[in-house]
Every structure is written in structure tokens, then in C-alpha cells.
């Protein structure tokens, strides 16, 4: 059975935005939502709405995931609204840098720490609540206290048995380049998640070290390199290829959307505080130019309280549940998943300064034509 990815509703091949986008579109104004209509019906929308707030998300999230967070927000929270727009981070940050101060964004909530990192470092995101960020431990917020941590995705080797006995695999991420693993190995080069893994290891053995690794895992994967890592998920557990690199709530995703009968693959780990061994945080930012900052804030509050981190602990495939998977990192709750618990993990002790903007690794994979 193939893996049906469901990611991001994206913009349509035409480039207009899709249905679900654009029928949610309203004119907002002084922080009201007026739907768009004229006559006595829409006076009266007004008069009945003066007091809500509709707040514009660009998501670059699972969108499972943040439908399930809106849903519990907008119903602990009947004054806000939220509209939210999918697609990539990385494409979610060029689009702010050229919105500027015209966005008509609120909030921006990623995957992967870089993408917020990317922003702040341009003076675009407001500071969070000092009292929001203290739900989260320190290390997994913004060190500016500019975004707050989320939750968190750790990455792993996704194999299958059939093809590759889990003792023939690598346990340190400089082996993924040995030539023993030729035609056997895949990875995700324009996947946001792969970029830690590179600024990892550029940070352990240095640049020269790493051109020569991604030249080797380059050769190595030859046709095997993906778009992304539900994809690699799927391929691996097909038995198109042996194994390959993601983050570990892809596997859980996937065994939950087409059954543990379906499932023909597993994960391992690298060897504790090898560079390959990289915890990713999730977070989410209010953008400077946002004309209803009191209301994201309360966004974010509840994005790292309890209500709000219960929902991406409790993952599943009910039509309520998040299908998350990630590890919820605040207000002390902890995942509900079946899956190694989060403080047994052994990462690569890097910090979120250290992973930066991402901007090294996205340098390093075009100097060897990966990007």
C-alpha cells in the first residue's frame, strides 16, 4: 500500500489561491472580520461581529496539526478567528522578507527553528510574552525571546528489514557517505528538516569534511533523492529502497495512516551525540507588522499550555486528533505516542544559536549541486 502524503494545501497549478484559502478571505479592518457581501444581511454581520478578531496564519506546520491546534484555540477563544494559509517554510520566509511591513500575516508557525531564526535575524518577528515563554524550556525557545518552542521531531534512519539488516547500518552519519551503501540510501536534500543534520556535521568536522561527506551521500543515493520525507517514508517501507534519513514522527505518521498490518519498515537511531542524532524544534512567532498582536499573543499562550500541547501529544488518525507524532515540549506534558520517551533521547548537543538560519547548509548543498 502507498503512503497518500497529505502535507500542505498549496496553491493551485495556476498560481491563484486554493478554494479553501480564498473562500475564507475578508476584509479586515481595525481588527474586525466582515465577510464579503453587501446589503442589510452584511450590516448586520458587522454589528454582530465588531468584537472579533480574525488573525491570518502562515503555516508551515503538518496541516493536521495546526487544524487541530486552531479548532481548540477558536473554541476556548470565541472572540478570535483564525485563517490559516499552507505552504513551505522556506517559502513562507522569502514571501515575508518581501511583504515587509504590507503582510497581512499575524503569526508564522514552522517546523524547523531556522525558518523563525531567518526572520528574526531581520528584525521582523515582536517578542513573545515573557510569560508564554516560560512554559517551554529556554534552550527550545528563540535566545532573543523573539518565537516560542512548540514541540520537537528527532532524526532517524527509516529501513527496511527485507532489504537492509539493522545491524548493517550506519551508526555515525559520516558512514552514510561509505560507497558500501551505493543505490541503498535515500535522503530529502530540499527538505527544511535535512538542513540541521548539514549544519550538524559542518559543525563536528568542519566544511571541508562536509562537502566531501554530501559529495558520497550525493553518489551514494543517485536516483534516490527525494522532495521530501513522507516520500522517503513511503518508498522505504514499499521496498523501493533500503533505507533513508528523516525525522522519527514521518514512521508514526505513516503507520497511522495506513495501518501497522501495511507497515514493512522500522526505525533506528544514530549513535548517542553523533552529529546525524539532531533534535528539530518547532515554534511560532508573532510578525512585527501584525495589527493584532494581543490576540496572537493569546495564539501562542495557547499553542505552549496545557490545552494546547495535550493536542499535539494526543496523536492518532480520529478525525479530532492531530496525527502529530511530535514531541510536545512544554507545560510539562509528554507525548502519548508509542515512541522512545523524549528525555531518553541522546541528540548532538547543538543549540538552537548554533543551527542558526539554516543558511550555511543551504550554501554547502548548492556548492555540491544538491539544491
Excluded at 464579503?36 to 452584511?42: V, Y
Excluded at 488518525?317 to 523524549?342: C, H, L, M, N, R
Aim: glycine share 8%; charged share 20%.
Amino acid at each position: 500500500m502507498r503512503w497518500h502524503v497529505r502535507r500542505h494545501r498549496r496553491h493551485n497549478a495556476n498560481g491563484t489561491m486554493s478554494n479553501g484559502w480564498k473562500a475564507g478571505i475578508a476584509l479586515i479592518v481595525s481588527g474586525m472580520f466582515i465577510p464579503l457581501g453587501g446589503g442589510a444581511s452584511a450590516s448586520a454581520a458587522v454589528r454582530a461581529q465588531t468584537s472579533t478578531v480574525t488573525l491570518v496564519l502562515y503555516n508551515g506546520q503538518h496541516q493536521q496539526t495546526t487544524d487541530s491546534v486552531v479548532q481548540g484555540f477558536e473554541g476556548s477563544h470565541p472572540g478570535i478567528k483564525v485563517l490559516v494559509r499552507n505552504d513551505d517554510e522556506d517559502t513562507f520566509d522569502a514571501q515575508i522578507v518581501a511583504e515587509g511591513s504590507r503582510s497581512p500575516a499575524d503569526l508564522f508557525y514552522t517546523e524547523n527553528s531556522p525558518a523563525l531564526e531567518f526572520l528574526q535575524q531581520r528584525g521582523l518577528l515582536a517578542k513573545v510574552d515573557p510569560s508564554t515563554l516560560a512554559h517551554t524550556p529556554a534552550k527550545y525557545n528563540s535566545p532573543e525571546g523573539d518565537w516560542v518552542g512548540v514541540s520537537a521531531r528527532v532524526s532517524v534512519l527509516i529501513y527496511n528489514p527485507k532489504l537492509i539488516k539493522k545491524t548493517d547500518l550506519p551508526t555515525h552519519v559520516l558512514q552514510l557517505s561509505n560507497p558500501k551503501y551505493k543505490g541503498s540510501l535515500a535522503f530529502a536534500a530540499g527538505e527544511t528538516d535535512f538542513q540541521p543534520i548539514v549544519t550538524a556535521v559542518t559543525r563536528a568536522y568542519g566544511v571541508k569534511a562536509t562537502l566531501k561527506w554530501l559529495d558520497g551521500i550525493k553518489a551514494n543515493a543517485g536516483d534516490h533523492i527525494y522532495p521530501d520525507n513522507e516520500t522517503i517514508a513511503d518508498e522505504v517501507n514499499r521496498g523501493q529502497v533500503a533505507f533513508g534519513v528523516v525525522n522519527q514522527y514521518y514512521w508514526y505518521r505513516m503507520r497511522a495512516e495506513v495501518g501497522a498490518l501495511n507497515m514493512h519498515s522500522q526505525i533506528a537511531y544514530f549513535a548517542p551525540g553523533d552529529p546525524g542524532y539532531v533534535i528539530d524544534v518547532s515554534g511560532a512567532g508573532i510578525l512585527k507588522s501584525s495589527k493584532n498582536k494581543a490576540a496572537a499573543q493569546e495564539f501562542l499562550a495557547y499553542l505552549v499550555s496545557k490545552a494546547g500541547q495535550e493536542v499535539v501529544a494526543d496523536s492518532g488518525d480520529g478525525a479530532s486528533q492531530s496525527i502529530s507524532f511530535e514531541y510536545p515540549i512544554a507545560s510539562g506534558v509528554t507525548t502519548k505516542a508509542p515512541e522512545t520517551p523524549f528525555q531518553d533521547l541522546r541528540p548532538y548537543p547543538i543549540t538552537i544559536a548554533q543551527l542558526g538560519t539554516g543558511a550555511e547548509a543551504i550554501n554547502l548543498l548548492r556548492e555540491v549541486e544538491l539544491l
